[in-house]
């Protein structure tokens, strides 16, 4: 699988509030590190956060620019905005994600902001 078919794919898993599709697009031992927090170890800890987030109503949705592949490791560029329950709307926040993969995995996640 390209890059892009997996990060399309992973977009559509969180556009769709699944954590259970997107975590199932990190390997079994990914980390992911979001700004200013701990990183998460593993799929299981990554699926176990984003079902948290999902699961407390807000609504997360990206808008992808820029992104640079070489080899198996890529960088994207994007906005990122969260919607509450009320409907308020938090960002659009300027992001940016180093990832490394393999095949059909992420093997890390790490955010960027500003």
């Avoid at 409907?87 to 093997?107: D, H, N, Y």
Wanted: hydrophobic fraction near 50%; proline fraction near 3%; charge should be neutral.
């Amino acid at each position: 699988m390209s890059f892009y078919a997996l990060l399309q794919r992973l977009l559509e898993a969180w556009h769709a509030g699944d954590a259970d599709a997107a975590a199932a697009l990190f390997a079994p031992d990914a980390v992911y590190r979001e700004a200013g927090r701990e990183p998460l170890q593993g799929r299981t800890a990554i699926r176990d956060f984003m079902r948290a987030f999902f699961q407390s109503g807000k609504a997360a949705r990206m808008v992808v620019g820029d992104v640079l592949v070489d080899g198996d490791v890529a960088f994207v560029a994007f906005t990122f905005s969260v919607r509450g329950h009320a409907g308020a709307i938090a960002g659009p926040s300027e992001m940016g994600a180093l990832v490394r993969f393999s095949g059909a995995c992420v093997t890390e996640w790490r955010e960027y902001r500003g």
